[in-house]
């Protein structure tokens, strides 16, 4: 691949496009000196982009956007995924591309811990309860009461940077964490037992909460489905952070009808945004958040780091970039 090297600095123009993050204002705040630009919809992202050597953007990127941007040299993903971008075209073209890839693995790896949270101490049907004004009295039945995460089993499907940052967490909380991931030669610190994905059904049995914390790929498309869910305890709780393909979304509503599972948490889904037919709404044992894992007050100025941080690299003659993927 032969790559065009950027403009200098004081020549250089930055199109950031997104629908909501405010990534041009918080740019301005770091005084660069550099040119940049924000547009808001994909209609004037699209119309816009020959205008500038760098783009910064995810969810509206479309790969006819490569027929019309001549200047562009590098491509930094807000995001993890970047599933939608033409890697190959980018490539033959001999633009950089990087992903955000660590962006939110902080958040990410809370909110996980907030759903796992919710299931486990009743706080969604507790805010059912407050709107009700109805104050649930003591539970005598054992198994329908709260319960505590420590001395929990925890699987991590999935040990990238949110999956790693999630055991840390579950570890303070006195869980037992088990991580699935391909390359297990080094087991992280916070994780207790590391497997390879092919031991997913023997271990199931065995554990309390699943999280998938993973990217969506051919090995991982549908990973929970039927068999994964009917290889579950029925007191066992899933988590989903990573993306909605990787549930067989019929498969998860029935067992949490029939109560082959206690419960999951969702914050990813197969169609986005979820149809207002989709039983999922209604289930009480589910806890549904609009794919806001990765949304905090500090999104913006995270990616704006990894932004510099490749420009610099690229200024600076160096062939590796943060996240690269092209």
């Known amino acids: 691949m032969t790559t065009e090297p950027l403009p200098p600095r004081g020549e250089l123009t930055i199109h950031f496009a997104h629908v909501a993050y405010r990534l041009a204002e918080r740019f301005a705040r770091r005084d660069t000196g550099i040119r940049h630009f924000q547009t808001w919809n994909a209609e004037d992202t699209l119309r816009r982009c020959a205008e500038a050597d760098v783009l910064v953007l995810s969810g509206l990127w479309d790969n006819a956007m490569l027929d019309r ?12 995924g970047y599933e939608r971008f033409d ?7 001999g633009v950089r591309a990087a992903s955000g890839r660590g962006v939110n693995a902080n958040a990410v790896a809370e909110h996980a811990m907030a759903l796992m949270l919710a299931l486990v101490r009743h706080i969604h049907t507790g805010r059912d309860h407050q709107r009700a004004r109805h104050w649930r009295g003591m539970i005598s039945s054992l198994d329908q009461r709260e319960d505590e995460l420590a001395g929990k089993r925890l699987l991590v499907y999935g040990l990238g940077g949110i999956g790693s940052r999630l055991a840390m ?18 087991r992280p610190d916070a994780v207790d ?21 993973c990217p969506l790929t051919d090995e991982t498309r549908g990973v929970v489905g039927a068999r994964a869910l009917e290889a579950m305890r029925r007191g066992a709780f899933l988590v989903n952070v990573a993306r909605g393909g990787c549930v067989d979304e019929a498969a998860l509503v029935a067992a949490l009808r029939a109560g082959e599972i206690a419960g999951a948490g969702i914050d990813v ?5 979820l149809s207002p037919d989709s ?11 609009p794919h806001t894992a990765g949304e905090t007050r500090r999104y913006e100025d995270n990616v704006i780091d990894i932004l510099l941080e490749n420009l610099d690299r ?7 970039l943060r996240n690269g993927i092209v």
């Open 279 to 289: 039983p999922l709404w209604d289930l009480e044992n589910v806890v549904l958040t």
């Open 69 to 80: 941007a001549a200047r562009l040299r590098f491509v930094q993903v807000c995001s993890a």
């Open 87 to 93: 890697l190959a075209r980018l490539a033959a073209m």
């Open 193 to 213: 037992e590391l497997h390879s994905p092919d031991a997913l059904l023997r271990l199931l049995p065995e554990v309390d909460f699943v999280v998938l914390a």
């Open 269 to 273: 889904t197969a169609d986005e945004p």
């Open 169 to 186: 967490l579950a570890r303070a909380f006195g869980m037992h964490v088990c991580g699935v991931r391909r390359d297990t030669r080094v």
């Open 314 to 320: 690229q200024w600076r003659g160096e062939e590796a």
